[in-house]
């Protein structure tokens, strides 16, 4: 295989080991625990490749490894769920003593974590404006700040951080630099070109991509992705095998769905913009968003994830009138599924001020753009009969 190959390419062959599987093309599900060794020397001078189901398997390790080589990094931990990902990520460098910080805007199960869970291990939070400056930034850092925690963009309101300042600030610390990509993608974000130490990524989402897998991955290199594998194999962190089958058959198609409701997204947050019941389209990529321009000096595309702002006039009976009659669009949490969804947002912040009006998030899935967008007329209609 040649040594450089693009993505896209890379995703169909990742982990493909044909020639040790009988000419099985798709890694085999291992559904082991007990593993055994041939003789009580190789046994007690772990010999073999794999010596137990939870720490590793053939399923397990080819699934990390396409994930790992897809970012460019050293290893890949997968953990049951993003959210434990994005955990394994955080405690798997921290240690008690250290000082952290973390974005206002970070994912809404993610902030329960740090705010509940952190402090009880001894870590001091503290949280930031997303909108922070590189020079603000550097006033945060302590003697003990050990853990930069990146986040954009922002979950629900979607503004993108200044990366290279923070990032830059960081690495003048001498401080780790973590970053849940999930929305980025190893395809839009180039996380080791950036400087990131770190990179957490729901697999459930745009990896596996079919709304029926629980999984996350944290990706590092070196002693930094050493200390996170620790973590996980001494506090029991694993996977079902089944999960990691699933994950490795999504991320084969995973460029061509990404396309597909980036584009989507971006036709319905154009469509959107031109309503007159809405204040603002929360969307990196549309001009009009606050920070576009560093969504286009960092990332090469953007996910089909997306909030919009309906005007402060706007009675909940009319929005929920125009959402539940929708055909395409469920409503329910998740995305980087086959099918569309929306919400209403649920956030907290500390910091950072909120859009005034209520805030739905939308998810373009793979339905044709056309339909999608009918079907929100439709809703409009129905939203504008109820005022």
């Known amino acids: 295989?040649?040594?450089?190959?693009?993505?896209?390419?890379?995703?169909?062959?990742?982990?493909?080991?044909?020639?040790?599987?009988?000419?099985?093309?798709?890694?085999?599900?291992?559904?082991?625990?007990t593993i055994t060794s041939p003789n009580l020397d190789d046994y007690r001078n772990h010999r073999g490749r794999y010596d137990y189901g939870r720490i590793g398997t053939p399923t397990s390790e080819a699934s990390e490894q396409a994930v790992a080589g897809l970012y460019g990094m050293d290893d890949c931990v997968s953990a049951p769920s993003g959210l434990s990902a994005v955990c394994l990520g955080i405690s798997g460098v921290l240690a008690c003593g250290d000082h952290a910080l973390f974005p206002d805007s970070i994912y809404g199960s993610a902030r329960k974590f740090v705010e509940n869970i952190l402090p009880r291990m001894g870590v001091e939070v503290e949280f930031y404006a997303p909108l922070i400056s590189g020079d603000e930034m550097a006033e945060r850092f302590t003697a003990k700040t050990r853990l930069l925690y990146l986040e954009s963009p922002g979950s629900q309101t979607f503004e993108m951080q200044d990366l290279p300042a923070l990032i830059a600030c960081a690495k003048r610390h001498d401080?780790?630099?973590?970053?849940?990509?999930?929305?980025?993608?190893?395809?839009?974000f180039d996380a080791v070109a950036?400087?990131?130490?770190?990179?957490?990524?729901?697999?459930?989402?745009?990896?596996?991509?079919?709304?029926?897998?629980?999984?996350?991955?944290?990706?590092?290199?070196?002693?930094?992705?050493?200390?996170?594998?620790?973590?996980?194999?001494?506090?029991?962190?694993?996977?079902?095998?089944?999960?990691?089958?699933?994950?490795?058959?999504?991320?084969?198609?995973m460029h061509l769905r990404l396309r597909a409701s980036e584009a989507n997204g971006i036709a319905l947050a154009v469509w959107l913009e031109a309503q007159s019941e809405i204040v603002a389209v929360l969307h990196p990529a549309l001009p009009s968003h606050p920070q576009h321009q560093a969504w286009r000096r960092d990332f090469t595309g953007s996910a089909g994830l997306f909030s919009f702002v309906f005007d402060e006039a706007i009675p909940q009976k009319a929005i929920d009138a125009l959402v539940d009659g929708l055909a395409f669009f469920a409503i329910g949490d998740s995305w980087g599924g086959y099918e569309s969804l929306i919400n209403q947002a649920k956030i907290k912040r500390t910091i950072a001020p909120l859009p005034q009006g209520t805030l739905l998030r939308i998810y373009a899935g793979l339905e044709h753009a056309d339909d999608l967008i009918a079907d929100l007329e439709a809703g409009f209609a129905r939203l504008r009969d109820a005022l």
């Not at 450089?4 to 085999?28: M, Q, R, Y």
């Not at 401080?175 to 839009?188: E, R, Y």
């Open 1 to 33: 295989m040649p040594k450089k190959i693009t993505k896209d390419t890379a995703v169909v062959h990742a982990s493909i080991d044909a020639e040790a599987n009988h000419g099985i093309v798709n890694v085999p599900v291992y559904h082991a625990s």
């Open 194 to 253: 950036h400087g990131v130490d770190v990179v957490i990524e729901a697999g459930t989402k745009y990896i596996a991509g079919h709304s029926d897998v629980s999984l996350g991955y944290v990706i590092a290199n070196g002693a930094t992705a050493k200390r996170i594998r620790e973590y996980a194999r001494f506090t029991g962190l694993c996977v079902a095998p089944d999960d990691h089958y699933l994950a490795l058959r999504g991320l084969r198609t």
């Open 175 to 188: 401080c780790l630099v973590a970053i849940d990509n999930t929305w980025g993608t190893a395809f839009h």
